[in-house]
């Protein structure tokens, strides 16, 4: 089996890669940072958020899996002094491999140029560089709302625990295809009015963002940020490709929620 690692490139990060590193290859695993079949992620989520846009070209054949050093994380869910357990689980392939669903973002330009398209494992921002947001919110080719506001923030299911969480947004279960949009800051008075409530669309479902002023954006994806000029409209939906995590072990989703946002050390 072929593996890369990527380290978040503090100390013990960097320490626990080059153990992980010479372990996996005295059990007879290839180090290969160009094909491989399985990423260890050391750091947080963070740091597995940059080894998926790394390896993005290989979803069909790479699985991801995390080691925290720092807090407990939805991606990175194994301790550093379990490296050596994780080790020999990955030399044995004793794993079974779950999928995810990602977010497909669209960006098209005036004046015929060629479209951009982006994969998101958390979500896609949408702001604008003036003070407010003005966007018309098209589903399924009908007009839903004129979206005035800070923002708007389209989240995957796994990814809804990130920012889209912050935004009052729901928590919605991966094994669920689907996505949500989520409202910054909207304006709603007797003038302006939006929903006000996040939407959660299926995976047969497309959401259209159409500019009616300004056509520059500053659109996230992911941890990338990139200011979009000319912009035609901004198209989200579920994507064909699918993001793979090699489970070793239980650990049920709801249960990283109550670990993450309820229980605590007290």
Known sequence: MRFAIQSRNDALSNRLMDEAKNYLQDFGLVFDEEEPEIVLSIGGDG????????YQHRLPYTSFVGIHTGHLGFYADWKPEELEKLVISIARMEFNVIEYPLLEVTINYQNMKESAKYLALNESTVKSPDV??????ELNGELFERFRGDGLCASTPSGSTAYNKALGGAII?????????????SINNRVFRTVGSPLVLPDHHKCVLTPVNSPDFMVTIDHLQLLHKD???????????????ARFRSFPFWKRV??????SDD
Do not use: C, G, N, W
Not at 173 to 185: D, I, R, V
Not at 258 to 263: E, L, P, Y
């Open 47 to 54: 740091t597995l958020l940059h080894a998926f846009h790394k």
């Open 132 to 137: 407010t947001l003005v966007m018309d919110v």
């Open 173 to 185: 279960h991966p094994s669920l295809s689907a996505f949500q949009l989520t409202e910054m800051a």
């Open 231 to 245: 912009v035609k409209s901004i198209e989200y939906t579920v994507a064909d490709e699918r993001v793979r995590f």
């Open 258 to 263: 109550q670990d993450s946002f309820i229980d």
